[in-house]
């Protein structure tokens, strides 16, 4: 580990510890199965079982499992064994329904906790599925705090955070995607709005990757590259990756860069894949990513 002139940590991984064949491996049998133990040629006469659209999956500490169907719009429950428990709300506008729930959460104690889409009603039940609270998120607020004259406001919570923030993306005004045929990645800013509505950035970065094509819609590209961002830890620490480079970014709750973990690209690139250890080449035509590390950790709003 070192620290450069910012004082941003550099974390170098080079190669594992272990030897060859000693990798991580997925073990055969699953640990749950919704619907219970699978039997050949058994098909169960309880429907119950038979869920799609799952947009989330969370475990309780009793080993329950609450999934959320986007399509039927309520939370599933599943006993450790994989039977149907209960379902949590319904399609609607009344109190402990639903929208067009997005994000799923299990908190301390068990309170789950749904988020309806486009910073709709948030709403929290017990583990037994009674509805405990709801609030609702003031959108004037979040876009006072990020819309300005070149910034779009966002249009939905990203990914909820357990303090009860919560991330968003944030977009540039007047951009257009290149030539038709070209591949592209439209720039996206994350940030995160804390309980008293100030927004903390966490830098710009490349959106998912699309070919650009007439209308009426672009196609994603197979297998595309994009930036992803994911939080937890004690203390709270936000990470993101350009999803295109063997680097993750930490930063602290306020947007602050903590320090750059880096990859070494010969463990998936074989080790003619150019670049000293632990610091993969840039793409097209991009300056190196340590370079970019640095600047990030000083980039601004503008």
């Known amino acids: 580990m070192e620290r450069?002139?910012?004082?941003?940590?550099?974390?170098?991984?080079?190669?594992?510890?272990?030897?060859?064949?000693?990798f991580w491996t997925v073990n055969s049998e699953p640990d749950f199965v919704i619907g219970g133990p699978v039997r050949p040629n058994d098909v169960s006469a309880d429907s119950s079982h038979l869920v799609w659209s799952i947009i989330s999956v969370a475990p309780l500490s009793d080993g329950r499992v609450a999934l959320l169907s986007a399509a039927e719009k309520r939370v599933l429950l599943f006993e450790p064994s994989g039977i149907f428990s209960t379902s949590i709300g319904r399609e609607g506008r009344g109190p402990?329904?639903?929208?067009?729930?997005?994000?799923?959460?299990v908190r301390s104690g068990d309170t789950i906790v749904v988020w309806d889409s486009y910073f709709g009603r948030i709403s929290y039940f017990d583990a037994a599925?009674?509805?405990?609270?709801?609030?609702?998120?003031?959108?004037?607020?979040?876009?006072?705090?990020?819309?300005?004259n070149a910034h779009r406001a966002p249009e939905s919570v990203h990914r909820p955070l357990p303090d009860g923030s919560f991330?968003?993306?944030?977009?540039?005004?007047?951009?257009e995607a290149p030539r038709e045929g070209e591949l592209y990645r439209q720039p996206v800013k994350y940030a995160r709005i804390d309980?008293?509505?100030s927004a903390h950035s966490f830098g710009w970065w490349d959106g998912r990757e699309y070919v650009s094509l007439p209308d009426p819609a672009p196609?994603?590209?197979p297998f595309p590259a994009a930036s992803a961002v994911a939080a937890g830890g004690s203390p709270f620490m936000v990470y993101v990756t350009n999803g295109d480079y063997y680097q993750v970014h930490q930063f602290s709750a306020v947007g602050s860069l903590v320090s750059s973990i880096l990859g070494d690209p010969r463990l998936i690139c074989g080790a003619g894949s150019g670049g000293r250890p632990?610091?993969?080449?840039?793409?097209?035509g991009e300056r190196s990513e340590p370079e970019r590390a640095v600047e990030i950790g000083r980039w601004s709003d503008r």
Do not use: C, Q
Not at 6 to 22: K, Q, R
Not at 97 to 105: A, I, K, M, Q, R
Not at 167 to 175: E, F, I, P, Q, S
């Open 4 to 22: 450069d002139s910012a004082g941003v940590m550099i974390v170098e991984n080079h190669t594992p510890e272990w030897g060859p064949g000693n």
């Open 195 to 197: 309980s008293a509505y």
């Open 219 to 221: 196609w994603v590209v």
């Open 278 to 284: 632990g610091i993969s080449t840039a793409r097209r």
């Open 167 to 175: 991330l968003v993306k944030v977009h540039r005004n007047h951009w």
């Open 96 to 105: 402990g329904e639903f929208s067009d729930p997005e994000h799923l959460e």
């Open 129 to 148: 599925g009674t509805l405990l609270n709801e609030r609702t998120i003031d959108l004037g607020a979040v876009v006072a705090a990020t819309r300005t």
